[in-house]
C-alpha cells in the first residue's frame, strides 16, 4: 500500500497525495483508528518530500478525516463508509417529453459523424485558426487590472453595463432608434430566444417563420409546444405574397425572421421585401423576433437596416443577436434589445433562471471591443472569409449541377438540387469518400427539403472548398447517371 501512489505532473503534490489518501479512507480500505505511516515512511513509500506528507496530513487533519496523537502519529478518524440498499430508478419513465423533443432533434447525436482527415461541410462555426488570441489575451489582462474584482464576483442579471452600454451605441450606428428600449444581456443568441418563448402568452401555440430555418430555433420552438409554419424563401428573402395569406387565415402568437445571411439558404432579404414585412405586422399584434447573428459577414452589396431599425420607434420587433460567427462562441454572450417594459420583466425571468450571463465573459468581449480589435479582427476575418465564400460559390458553379443555388455572404451556401434527388443518399455516397455536408431536411419546417443541403465553409481552407465540392459534384453526377 502506498507505494502505487503516481502523482501527474503540473499539479502540487501534497494534494494529490491527500486526494490519494482521502480515497482509501473514503472508501473503507483505511478503517477508523489506523495509524497511517510516520512522514518519513510515507515519505519513503510514496517517493515524496516529508514536507509535502507533512502537508498532506495537515489537509487531511483540517477535514476531519484524521487526527493527530502526540508523540504517536496520525490516525483516521471516524468517516461513515456504510452505503444505504442501492436504488436503481428507470431514468427512462422519469424524463418528460420535452426531453424526447431535444434528443430526436439534436444533430450532434443524429447528424452525420465527422471523422479525422474529411472534409466536413456541416460546421458554420468561426475558423478557430483565426483567433487573435494574443489580443484576446491583452483585453483580458487589462480588464482583470482594472476590476478583476468586480467581474469575478456575482453580476447584474441585466448585464455588464460598460458592454450594455458599447451595444447600444453599435446598434444605434445601425439606425436603431434607442427610445423606449433597453438590452438584456444573455448567453448567446439561444439563450435570448430561450427566455422570450418562456415569457411570452402561448394563445394561438402558432409560429410563422422563413422556411427553412434555424435548427436550433425549430427545436426550441418545438421544446416550447409551438406549431411552426414556415413560409417559402424567394432570391431575395421570404415570400410575402405567402406570408400575406397565412397572416389573413391564422393567428400566431409569435414570427421569426434571420434577415441577413439566412441559416440555411444564405440569403439576404432585400430592402424592399424588410418593408414589405414590416408594413404587413404594422396591421397585426404578433410580436417578431429579429435573429441577427451574422449581419457583419457581408462581402459586398449595399448595406440594409435590421427590421429594428425600420421599426423606428415602434416596439413589435424584439432583436436578438450575438457574435458567435463573427467572433468566439466560446464566450457565450449575446443579447436581446427589445421595448424597455419587455426587458425590464425578462430580466426577472434571466434572473430566475440563470442569476446572469457570465461577467468575466461580458467584461472581456467589453474590453476586447473597447480597444478596437473587434473592428481589426472583423476586417482581416471578413477578408479570408470572402476568399472562401467566392471559392466554395466558384466550385458549386463548376462541379455540381444543381437547381438552385443560394448564399449572398456570411458562412455557408444552400443547394437544391432538382426534384427527387435524395440529399441524403448523396450523403452517404460522398460519406464514403470522406466529405460531409448538413442534409437541408433538417432546416425544414414541413419535413420538405429532401433535395438540398447546406455547405459551411468556414473552417475550411480553399484547397478543401475546391476539392470537397468537386467530389460531392462527381458523386452526384454518378447517382443521377444511374437513375436514367
Ligand atoms: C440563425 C442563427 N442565429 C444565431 C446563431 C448563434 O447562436 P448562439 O449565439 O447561441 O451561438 C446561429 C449559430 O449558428 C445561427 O445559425
Same mark, same amino acid.
Given at each position: 500500500?502506498? +507505494?502505487?501512489?503516481?502523482?501527474?505532473?503540473?499539479?502540487? !503534490?501534497?494534494?494529490?497525495?491527500?486526494?490519494?489518501?482521502?480515497?482509501? %479512507?473514503? +472508501?473503507?480500505?483505511?478503517?477508523?483508528?489506523?495509524?497511517?505511516?510516520?512522514?518519513?515512511?510515507?515519505?519513503?513509500?510514496?517517493?515524496?518530500?516529508?514536507?509535502? #506528507?507533512?502537508?498532506?496530513?495537515?489537509?487531511? $487533519?483540517?477535514?476531519?478525516?484524521?487526527?493527530?496523537?502526540?508523540?504517536?502519529?496520525?490516525?483516521?478518524? =471516524? #468517516?461513515?463508509? $456504510?452505503?444505504?440498499?442501492?436504488?436503481?430508478?428507470?431514468?427512462?419513465?422519469?424524463?418528460?417529453?420535452?426531453?424526447?423533443?431535444?434528443?430526436?432533434?439534436?444533430?450532434?447525436?443524429?447528424?452525420?459523424?465527422?471523422?479525422?482527415?474529411?472534409?466536413?461541410?456541416?460546421?458554420?462555426?468561426? /475558423?478557430?485558426?483565426?483567433?487573435?488570441? $494574443?489580443?484576446?489575451?491583452?483585453?483580458?489582462?487589462?480588464? &482583470?487590472?482594472?476590476?478583476?474584482?468586480?467581474?469575478?464576483?456575482?453580476?447584474?442579471?441585466?448585464?455588464?453595463?460598460?458592454?450594455?452600454?458599447?451595444?447600444?451605441?453599435?446598434?444605434?450606428?445601425?439606425?436603431?432608434?434607442?427610445?423606449?428600449?433597453? %438590452?438584456?444581456?444573455?448567453?448567446?443568441?439561444?439563450?435570448?430566444?430561450? %427566455?422570450?418563448?418562456?415569457?411570452?402568452?402561448? =394563445?394561438?401555440?402558432? @409560429?410563422?417563420?422563413?422556411?427553412?430555418?434555424?435548427?436550433?430555433?425549430?427545436?426550441?420552438?418545438?421544446?416550447?409546444?409551438?406549431? #411552426?409554419?414556415?413560409?417559402?424563401?424567394? $432570391?431575395?428573402?421570404?415570400? @410575402?405574397?405567402?406570408?400575406?395569406?397565412?397572416?389573413?387565415?391564422?393567428?400566431?402568437?409569435?414570427?421569426?425572421?434571420?434577415?441577413?445571411?439566412?441559416?440555411?439558404?444564405?440569403?439576404?432579404?432585400?430592402?424592399?421585401?424588410? &418593408?414589405?414585412? &414590416?408594413?404587413?405586422?404594422?396591421?397585426? /399584434?404578433?410580436? @417578431?423576433?429579429?435573429?441577427?447573428?451574422?449581419?457583419?459577414?457581408?462581402?459586398?452589396?449595399?448595406?440594409?437596416?435590421?427590421?429594428?431599425?425600420?421599426?423606428?420607434?415602434?416596439?413589435?420587433? !424584439?432583436?436578438?443577436?450575438?457574435?458567435?460567427?463573427?467572433?468566439?462562441?466560446?464566450?457565450?454572450?449575446?443579447?436581446?434589445?427589445?421595448?424597455?417594459?419587455?426587458?425590464?420583466?425578462?430580466?426577472?425571468?434571466?434572473?430566475?433562471?440563470?442569476?446572469?450571463?457570465?461577467?468575466?465573459?461580458?467584461?472581456?468581449?467589453?474590453?476586447? &471591443?473597447?480597444?478596437?480589435?473587434?473592428?481589426?479582427?472583423?476586417?482581416?476575418?471578413?477578408?479570408?472569409?470572402?476568399?472562401?465564400?467566392?471559392?466554395?460559390?466558384?466550385?458549386?458553379?463548376?462541379? %455540381?449541377?444543381?437547381?438552385?443555388?443560394?448564399?449572398?455572404?456570411?458562412?455557408?451556401?444552400?443547394?437544391?438540387?432538382?426534384?427527387? !434527388?435524395?440529399?441524403?443518399?448523396?450523403?452517404?455516397?460522398?460519406?464514403?469518400?470522406?466529405? #460531409?455536408?448538413?442534409?437541408?431536411? !433538417?432546416?425544414?419546417?414541413?419535413?420538405?427539403?429532401?433535395?438540398?443541403?447546406?455547405?459551411?465553409?468556414?473552417?475550411?481552407?480553399?484547397?478543401?472548398?475546391?476539392?470537397?465540392?468537386?467530389?460531392?459534384?462527381?458523386?452526384?453526377?454518378?447517382?443521377?447517371?444511374?437513375?436514367?
Amino acid at each position: 500500500m502506498f +507505494n502505487d501512489f503516481k502523482p501527474e505532473e503540473g499539479r502540487p !503534490v501534497y494534494i494529490q497525495l491527500k486526494e490519494y489518501l482521502k480515497r482509501l %479512507i473514503t +472508501n473503507g480500505h483505511l478503517p477508523e483508528h489506523t495509524k497511517l505511516p510516520s512522514t518519513r515512511e510515507m515519505s519513503e513509500l510514496a517517493g515524496v518530500s516529508r514536507n509535502t #506528507v507533512l502537508a498532506s496530513y495537515g489537509e487531511l $487533519e483540517q477535514e476531519g478525516l484524521v487526527y493527530p496523537v502526540k508523540g504517536k502519529g496520525h490516525f483516521v478518524g =471516524k #468517516v461513515t463508509t $456504510e452505503k444505504s440498499p442501492e436504488a436503481s430508478l428507470d431514468w427512462e419513465k422519469k424524463l418528460n417529453d420535452d426531453v424526447r423533443i431535444a434528443c430526436d432533434m439534436d444533430l450532434m447525436k443524429h447528424g452525420v459523424r465527422w471523422e479525422k482527415g474529411m472534409i466536413a461541410f456541416n460546421s458554420i462555426a468561426p /475558423d478557430e485558426k483565426l483567433f487573435d488570441v $494574443e489580443n484576446v489575451k491583452r483585453a483580458f489582462l487589462n480588464r &482583470m487590472a482594472i476590476e478583476g474584482q468586480v467581474v469575478l464576483n456575482y453580476g447584474y442579471a441585466k448585464g455588464y453595463k460598460p458592454l450594455i452600454d458599447l451595444l447600444f451605441h453599435y446598434m444605434e450606428v445601425k439606425g436603431v432608434d434607442l427610445t423606449g428600449k433597453d %438590452i438584456l444581456m444573455t448567453n448567446g443568441f439561444t439563450e435570448g430566444l430561450d %427566455i422570450v418563448l418562456s415569457a411570452l402568452c402561448k =394563445k394561438s401555440g402558432r @409560429i410563422i417563420c422563413e422556411n427553412p430555418t434555424h435548427q436550433s430555433a425549430l427545436k426550441l420552438f418545438r421544446l416550447h409546444g409551438y406549431v #411552426v409554419h414556415g413560409i417559402p424563401m424567394e $432570391e431575395d428573402g421570404v415570400s @410575402i405574397e405567402q406570408l400575406k395569406e397565412a397572416l389573413s387565415q391564422s393567428d400566431y402568437d409569435l414570427a421569426y425572421f434571420i434577415p441577413s445571411y439566412h441559416n440555411p439558404t444564405g440569403i439576404v432579404t432585400s430592402s424592399e421585401k424588410r &418593408m414589405a414585412v &414590416m408594413n404587413l405586422f404594422s396591421h397585426y /399584434d404578433i410580436p @417578431i423576433i429579429e435573429d441577427g447573428f451574422n449581419e457583419e459577414l457581408r462581402y459586398s452589396g449595399s448595406h440594409f437596416s435590421p427590421l429594428l431599425a425600420i421599426a423606428g420607434q415602434g416596439n413589435n420587433v !424584439v432583436y436578438i443577436s450575438s457574435f458567435s460567427k463573427i467572433l468566439f462562441p466560446g464566450l457565450r454572450v449575446g443579447w436581446i434589445l427589445a421595448d424597455r417594459y419587455l426587458i425590464e420583466q425578462l430580466e426577472s425571468v434571466k434572473r430566475a433562471r440563470t442569476i446572469h450571463t457570465s461577467t468575466l465573459d461580458q467584461a472581456l468581449l467589453y474590453q476586447y &471591443m473597447h480597444d478596437g480589435y473587434f473592428e481589426k479582427y472583423l476586417k482581416k476575418a471578413k477578408a479570408v472569409y470572402k476568399r472562401k465564400y467566392e471559392c466554395a460559390w466558384a466550385a458549386c458553379q463548376k462541379y %455540381i449541377p444543381y437547381k438552385r443555388l443560394t448564399g449572398d455572404g456570411g458562412l455557408h451556401l444552400f443547394v437544391e438540387l432538382e426534384d427527387g !434527388v435524395d440529399a441524403r443518399t448523396l450523403l452517404r455516397q460522398c460519406y464514403a469518400k470522406g466529405v #460531409v455536408f448538413s442534409p437541408g431536411d !433538417v432546416f425544414y419546417t414541413n419535413g420538405g427539403g429532401k433535395n438540398t443541403f447546406r455547405l459551411g465553409f468556414s473552417r475550411l481552407s480553399e484547397a478543401e472548398i475546391r476539392l470537397g465540392i468537386q467530389r460531392i459534384g462527381d458523386t452526384l453526377k454518378n447517382m443521377l447517371e444511374a437513375r436514367t
